[in-house]
């Protein structure tokens, strides 16, 4: 065979080699993101048809995601998250409220009118969060501007860098070089080398704000391991009422509007068949009160007779304690269980900037204590049908701190025994009588 002949064979063989490859990368990656349905790396159903199957899922609620100028002026924003990234990427999807807006061609801004950019929210995704509410009653602080600045940068954060390119272009050294690549929870792996390459993780699903003010209010479809999950994020309350505030999605608590808004979530419900649906509610439940009015608990049962199997809520800033709630069926039909999660609290914030020592049950000091709530569903899929019901299996908390690091700033911390015999000694009592405090009231 000619040298020619050898090298027409050869390269037809590796052209063949580097069309299988780009399908076969085309078959990982996941799908574009569309802004009504978010789906997982597959993107595919699995085919339940061959006999009956359990399958789990674990999802992670946090509180506020805050930015004062304590914490947009760090140097290094991942260090917020350093200590519970591991406990944030070991789940199926971790949910925040992120009380700020984003706009990149704004100062950053502490209150009353926040504002931050990019690198703040891509620090949060890296840390392993995975779906933001944005509804709020920060959310119009820096008026439409504002509002269509988050917008883009949630979508610049959903779709991201096309994976093979970025990694091509890294390894330009060797550009005959073939790689392929599957997008991980939280890297991209060159398999050729089978070395993790650095990566921006993407933003799974976010929901609460509008395009357009005349827009109704709608939930996105979170499709993950096989769960279809319909994810809403509305606001009972915002702190200026203008044009840009019919942009975010809003409920207002007087009774019209709520028995309005039910009939929405039975119609959401009935339109969009689904495995669980979340609801993210900013309550107008008063700040830095640590109990929960008969009010609003009589409400989140109206929610999920409704339709809503979690409400998830937040706005005190504190946190406030959780259950598990049997909602009957219509009916007569038979019961479901439902997740009511009052307030979360603050996940990061500069509200305890300065602890009061010599004070540590103080109001305000609870702003700087939280949990995480770490949730595991279960369902029963029967073969004929291919879809069952949920059950709740657990509610494990994991409680969290803001401890100010003299050197790195604002950082969350695991709230644990560890972690108060690492301080110094002036500041263990303070801890010690705040983790008491603490589980004086919530459920730990």
Not at 105 to 120: A, E, G, Q, W
Not at 185 to 214: C, F, I
Not at 295 to 318: C, E, M, N, Q, Y
Not at 353 to 375: N, Q, W
Request: hydrophobic share 40%; glycine share 6%; proline share 6%.
């Amino acid at each position: 065979m000619s040298t020619y002949t050898t090298y027409i064979v050869k390269r037809s063989f590796y052209s063949a080699m580097l069309v299988c490859l780009t399908f076969f990368s085309l078959f990982l990656l996941s799908p574009p993101l569309e802004r009504d349905s978010f789906s997982d790396s597959t993107g595919a159903e699995p085919d339940h048809r061959a006999a009956d199957a359990v399958s789990n899922l674990r999802l992670t609620f946090a509180g506020d995601i805050m930015a004062h100028n304590v914490n947009f002026e760090m140097d290094n924003y991942n260090l917020i998250y350093d200590d519970v990234r591991d406990l944030l990427l070991a789940d199926d999807l971790t949910f925040g409220n992120l009380e700020v807006p984003v706009t990149d061609d704004l100062p950053m801004s502490t209150y009353p009118r926040f504002n931050v950019h990019t690198p703040y929210v891509q620090a949060a995704l890296d840390g392993g969060f995975d779906v933001f509410s944005l509804a709020n009653n920060h959310s119009n602080d820096k008026g439409v501007k504002g509002i269509n600045g988050t917008l883009s940068v949630m979508k610049k954060l959903g779709k991201g860098a096309h994976p093979w390119r970025l990694l091509s272009s890294q390894a330009g050294q060797n550009p005959q070089q073939t790689f392929f690549t599957a997008y991980k929870k939280n890297a991209l792996y060159d398999l050729y080398n089978a070395e993790p390459v650095q990566h921006p993780r993407l933003l799974t699903a976010y929901s609460g704000l509008k395009t357009k003010k005349e827009e109704d209010i709608y939930p996105v479809m979170i499709k993950k391991n096989g769960w279809k999950i319909l994810f809403l994020s509305v606001t009972e309350i915002l702190n200026v009422y203008d044009e840009a505030g019919r942009y975010v999605y809003r409920v207002s608590s007087i009774e019209s509007a709520r028995q309005a808004f039910l009939e929405k979530i039975t119609e959401m419900r009935r339109e969009n068949p689904c495995d669980i649906f979340i609801l993210a509610l900013h309550s107008e439940a008063p700040e830095y009160i640590r109990t929960v009015s008969s009010g609003t608990k009589d409400w989140f049962i109206r929610l999920a007779s409704a339709g809503i199997d979690i409400v998830w809520a937040h706005h005190p800033h504190v946190m406030h304690p959780w259950e598990t709630v049997e909602i009957p069926g219509p009916d007569g039909t038979e019961p479901k269980q439902a997740l009511f999660m009052y307030s979360m609290g603050n996940f990061i914030s500069g509200q305890r900037f300065r602890p009061a020592r010599d004070d540590p049950g103080r109001y305000r000091e609870y702003t700087g204590d939280a949990a995480l709530l770490s949730v595991e569903l279960s369902k029963n899929i029967p073969a004929e049908t291919g879809s069952g019901k949920y059950s709740i299996i657990s509610v494990d908390p994991v409680l969290i701190t803001n401890y100010v690091d003299p050197a790195e700033g604002v950082v969350v911390k695991l709230f644990d025994n560890s972690f108060i015999t690492g301080l110094q000694d002036v500041w263990q009592n303070y801890y010690r009588t705040r983790m008491s405090l603490m589980k004086d009231y919530l459920p730990l």
